[in-house]
């Protein structure tokens, strides 16, 4: 079966969104609405009548309606707000939408201001809902035309861009499409103002994101209960007040994902209460958000027979935005009509994420107050005009063992970040003597032992739905985690480091469980040895400098004590092999105090201090030390590579480009769960988060993870997804490379390079072995660096063969890429896979041409046709396709130039399959077309116009247009178009002005002058041309002088 995108896709789409209330207004009465002008995305007239619908202010008890000038300043502001980059300015649009503005009127004599509101947030019903198709927006060079558009009262809430479902790839490419029209240049931005949820949908697939999100980051939806009945029903009804519309048809996926994200009283909730603007980022909530803040609202309207709300647990894993979640929660909890003076207590265990947390809040038009201090806190808690606290755990501990606080309100909520850890039990038992009615709620990224959940149990279990590793994993909001073993690497104190640790991933009783924190202190003994440091630092600068360095990949080292993260940072900061030098900066707590593990009473060494005080010095102070390192890590550059670490930033640091996490420090339950996520955030290039043991704390990863004692509290389902081993992903090099072989299973001999790239001339073909082979390169590098377990599992012929036969495609990948004009954003693939070349592969062949041939310097055009490497065809279909790419680029300078050029390319390569022509003829054809393009006058083209392009492309619009409405041209009535293309291009050229795209009134002038010209003149050439005709000549031609002017 063959699809189109409008039938499979679009038609489907707009006739549901239709039947579910959205009313359809058409291309027509959509310009109609915004006065004629494509750069106005408002529908102004539905605006206007629905101000005035939902805006009236009391004063004196007398209800009023505002002036007329109040209404159109009102549209006048949300139309014109003045453009500060695409999240700026949408921020600015979403305050003007959620909180309205205030403008002054005069009643009997007194001057006073009211607010004007543009949506009616509580009563959706009072709201008006339009959709558009193919919503024509101009924007600076360009007109763009997203599928469909949804307004609420006449503004646009959200864009869709529609695909069919046999296109492999084809939800990227919406998204593609929704990432180009937010571009400034050649994009239409404003509409982007504007809009709140952004969908890429085909009848099997949706995604969906808010404004500037990279496409690594748009996200899936998942109802919680099953709306396929609900979804049937409305398909079977015709459309509202008509009788269009009934089908008998199952529901696809599309249908119920724009049922689950579009239906209007959703829409309006998710717009109001779940979009943050967090650190310059556009945010919308993911679905498990969602719910568990919609549960979270039920569960709170309930009481215990003592007067107090039921509160919970909250377990989302870390990565997936469980703090965006608490601040969702927090700014939903402060809009609730139903709770009176709410306040919000937000408890975390981190200042950096306190900081964060109320700059979230900030940004969402709230205004937190930060506790400096235990007594500061307590203060907060007594005033009861503070709506929102935040404070960290320990000024809250010490705020609940004053005497002078208590506060018995129901509607104080406690929020509480990782609530598992050991405060959990002793700070409850406080927080019920001093707030004896407030709401818990607890939030936690790792699964809760047992213990954790009996206590849980106490104040309410879990709020659902849980969202554990495997879901996260699952829905691409987090990467899963590979884990390689690599104790058994270490040759020195083999004996003491088997007598001391038989193996922490062994069972162990109830009794040696309570002693493992005495176990890990006799292993750390061991892992501090200079010995013992050097040989895991010398591994660890192969294993990063070989497999990931330069491609913007970044890498943690855990160590157990202070002294020997700075055994590490000398190591590698007197590393002469350069070959095996890194970047490393260490990140410690100060000497004098505790930090994770380390005993109490442990001195500093004279190591540890000289290095902090020689460091505070250079930086004027260690604070602004670790924000420059913390800074440098996370961007490409290679300043900053490893960051040695003993126990701060193992938990809630979030460095999306962190790739790997080397252990040499054992770890165990919350702690271990906590330090491998430092890995699993997304990142572009970043298949899985790599985690290095070199204490084997989890040996082989061969067992159920709870067999382990490190994380024996916990229950096996909740683990699930957790990590998996790297033999796991080593295994299936053998079902990637045969995958990558299939691609040409219809081609007889694999070793004729010249079938193969004849094979994959069809563009969805190149597609489809890009991605095959890169999917075999990424499995293949994990594999090559992860030596010893490679070993474990292939030969080395086995090995070598592999390598081989990615060093063949990929020399088949380049070559195409310059045959066929490719220009493949390679960022994903570039970043390991160049590494793999650079590493593992030779050399050899790697000196073809990449690019697509310079068809414009004579010079370098020959040189690089020689550069060809294979067939004479071979060398054809390069400059064709490279000719064929500039036809493409050129289109909208000259349409009917570059058109005429691109279909005699596609008629001599079709001319060449169907052996007409032969290898010589082919390339000779190409050759000749190559150079009558550039040479700008061929064959047929008047003397005028010759090398004058704009007048040219004038001239090719209005000849083209005059034939395609049946009027044959004679030789004088040619040449006088010819000087009509002339006398349009001095007409453009003479109303220019510095930015005249924007200025409707420069166009309107062009507009109108080439109409008076053009009406005149064909009397006198006896060429009658009609209105419609003229509009269109008139519109082509303004798109080509956006072009060339």
């Known amino acids: 079966m063959s699809y189109s995108e409008l039938h499979d896709s679009q038609s489907p789409a707009l006739l549901l969104l239709r039947k579910l209330g959205w009313q359809h207004i058409t291309k027509d009465e959509a310009l109609q609405q915004r006065g004629g002008i494509r750069s106005n995305v408002i529908l102004e007239d539905i605006l206007e009548q629905q101000l005035k619908a939902l805006n009236t202010f009391t004063y004196r008890g007398n209800n009023y309606k505002f002036s007329e000038g109040n209404i159109h300043a009102a549209i006048h502001a949300i139309k014109n707000v003045p453009d500060e980059g695409l999240v700026r300015t949408s921020e600015k649009v979403y305050d003007l939408i959620t909180l309205g503005k205030s403008f002054e009127e005069t009643i009997q004599g007194d001057r006073k201001s009211f607010t004007i509101k543009y949506i009616d947030w509580e009563n959706p019903r009072n709201n008006v809902y339009h959709i558009a198709d193919e919503f024509a927006v101009e924007g600076l060079n360009e007109t763009r035309r997203p599928d469909l558009v949804l307004f609420i009262n006449g503004i646009p809430f959200a864009v869709i861009e529609n695909k069919r479902r046999d296109r492999n790839g084809s939800i990227d490419e919406a998204i593609s499409q929704h990432q180009r029209n937010q571009k400034k240049e050649n994009g239409i931005p404003k509409l982007y103002h504007y809009a709140h949820l952004l969908l890429a949908v085909h009848p099997n697939e949706v995604k969906y994101a808010a404004i500037d999100t990279k496409p690594k980051f748009w996200s899936v939806w998942e109802e919680q209960t099953d709306v396929e009945d609900k979804v049937q029903n409305i398909i079977k009804k015709p459309v509202s007040g008509t009788k269009e519309g009934v089908e008998d048809r199952l529901p696809t996926f599309q249908d119920k994902m724009l049922y689950s994200l579009c239906r209007k009283d959703r829409l309006l909730e998710l717009v109001y209460k779940f979009i943050v603007y967090d650190d310059r980022k556009k945010k919308i909530c993911r679905y498990q958000q969602y719910f568990t803040v919609m549960n979270a609202l039920q569960r709170i309207k309930e009481f215990t027979k003592e007067g107090q709300r039921r509160g919970g647990v909250v377990w989302h894993t870390q990565g997936s935005g469980k703090s965006l979640t608490m601040v969702m929660l927090a700014k939903c909890l402060s809009l609730e009509k139903d709770i009176k003076n709410a306040r919000v207590i937000i408890v975390t265990d981190r200042i950096d994420l306190d900081n964060q947390i109320t700059k979230t809040f900030e940004a969402c038009q709230k205004h937190p107050v930060q506790a400096k201090s235990g007594a500061d806190l307590a203060e907060l808690i007594n005033n009861n005009g503070i709506e929102i606290i935040t404070t960290i755990i320990d000024k809250f501990d010490a705020a609940l063992s004053r005497r002078d606080i208590e506060n018995d309100s129901a509607n104080i909520f406690v929020l509480v970040d990782e609530s598992h850890r050991s405060q959990y039990g002793s700070m409850h038992t406080k927080m019920r003597k001093v707030l004896p009615k407030a709401c818990y709620i607890g939030f936690t990224g790792t699964p809760l032992t047992h213990n954790e959940k009996s206590t849980a149990k106490k104040f309410g279990g879990f709020i659902l739905p849980n969202y554990p590793i495997e879901k996260a994993v699952r829905d691409k909001a987090v990467v899963p985690l590979l884990y390689e073993g690599r104790s058994a690497k270490l040759s020195v104190n083999r004996t003491a480091l088997d007598k001391e640790f038989t193996r922490v991933s062994e069972p162990l009783t109830e009794y040696q469980t309570k002693n493992l924190q005495r176990k890990f202190a006799s292993i750390t003994k061991i892992y501090k040895s200079q010995q013992v440091v050097e040989e895991i630092a010398y591994d660890i600068a192969k294993h990063y400098c070989e497999n990931?360095?330069?491609?913007?990949?970044?890498?943690?080292?855990?160590?157990?004590?202070?002294?020997?993260?700075?055994?590490?940072?000398?190591?590698?900061?007197?590393?002469?092999?350069?070959?095996?030098?890194?970047?490393?900066?260490?990140?410690?707590?100060?000497?004098?105090?505790?930090?994770?593990n380390e005993e109490v009473d442990e001195e500093p060494t004279s190591e540890v201090q000289k290095w902090w005080d020689k460091t505070s010095r250079d930086y004027g102070g260690i604070d602004e030390y670790e924000r420059v390192t913390i800074e440098k890590f996370k961007q490409e550059s290679e300043d900053v590579e490893l960051l040695i670490v003993v126990g701060k930033l193992l938990t809630g640091f979030d460095a999306p480009n962190c790739s790997i996490l080397y252990l040499a420090k054992p770890l165990a339950e919350h702690n271990l769960l906590q330090a491998i996520a430092r890995v699993n955030r997304l990142y572009e290039g970043k298949d899985f988060g790599y985690i290095i043991d070199y204490i084997g704390i989890l040996g082989e990863l061969d067992e159920a993870?709870?067999?382990?004692?490190?994380?024996?509290?916990?229950?096996?389902?909740?683990?699930?997804?957790?990590?998996?081993?790297?033999?796991?992903?080593?295994?299936?090099?053998?079902?990637?490379?045969?995958?990558?072989?299939?691609?040409?299973?219809?081609?007889?001999?694999?070793?004729?390079?010249?079938?193969?790239?004849?094979?994959?001339?069809?563009?969805?073909?190149?597609?489809?072995?890009?991605?095959?082979?890169?999917?075999?390169?990424?499995t293949l590098h994990t594999a090559l660096a992860a030596s010893d377990e490679l070993e474990k599992i292939f030969s080395r012929e086995k090995v070598t063969f592999f390598i081989k036969e990615f060093e063949y495609y990929n020399s088949l990948r380049i070559?195409?890429?310059?045959?066929?004009?490719?220009?493949?954003?390679?960022?994903?693939?570039?970043?390991?896979?160049?590494?793999?070349?650079?590493?593992?592969?030779?050399?050899?062949?790697?000196?073809?041409?990449?690019?697509?041939?310079?068809?414009?310097?004579?010079?370098?055009?020959?040189?690089?046709?020689?550069?060809?490497?294979g067939s004479i065809a071979s060398k054809a279909d390069a400059i064709a396709y490279a000719t064929k790419k500039v036809t493409s680029e050129k289109m909208d300078e000259d349409p009917v130039y570059y058109k005429r050029f691109s279909d005699m390319i596609d008629q001599a390569i079709q001319d060449f399959l169907q052996k007409r022509i032969t290898e010589s003829q082919y390339l000779a054809k190409q050759i000749q077309i190559r150079n009558e393009m550039l040479k700008g006058s061929p064959e047929g083209v008047p003397a005028e116009v010759q090398g004058k392009p704009e007048a040219r492309a004038f001239y090719g619009i209005l000849r083209e247009e005059i034939l395609n409405a049946g009027i044959q041209l004679s030789a004088k009535q040619n040449k006088a178009l010819a000087q009509a293309g002339l006398n349009i291009a001095n007409i453009i050229s003479s109303l220019v002005i510095r930015d005249w795209v924007r200025n409707n009134d420069v166009k309107n002038k062009m507009m109108n002058d080439m109409e008076d010209y053009l009406l005149r003149e064909s009397a006198q050439w006896g060429i009658t041309i009609s209105y419609e005709l003229l509009d269109t000549m008139l519109e082509k031609c303004i798109t080509v002088a956006k072009k060339v002017y």
């Open 548 to 596: 990931w360095q330069g491609k913007g990949f970044k890498a943690m080292l855990a160590v157990p004590l202070r002294e020997t993260a700075i055994k590490y940072l000398r190591y590698f900061e007197n590393q002469i092999n350069p070959k095996l030098h890194l970047n490393a900066r260490v990140i410690i707590s100060a000497p004098d105090t505790r930090e994770d």
């Open 705 to 778: 993870l709870t067999h382990y004692a490190a994380l024996s509290e916990f229950d096996e389902e909740d683990l699930e997804g957790s990590l998996i081993s790297v033999a796991e992903e080593i295994k299936k090099l053998p079902q990637r490379h045969a995958e990558l072989v299939d691609v040409f299973k219809e081609v007889k001999k694999k070793a004729d390079k010249e079938a193969l790239e004849r094979f994959l001339r069809p563009e969805d073909k190149r597609d489809i072995f890009r991605q095959k082979l890169t999917a075999f390169g990424r």
């Open 815 to 869: 070559s195409i890429q310059a045959r066929y004009a490719d220009k493949v954003d390679f960022k994903e693939y570039e970043k390991r896979i160049q590494k793999l070349l650079d590493t593992y592969v030779s050399a050899e062949g790697m000196d073809q041409i990449t690019e697509p041939i310079n068809i414009f310097d004579e010079e370098l055009f020959k040189k690089e046709v020689e550069r060809v490497t």
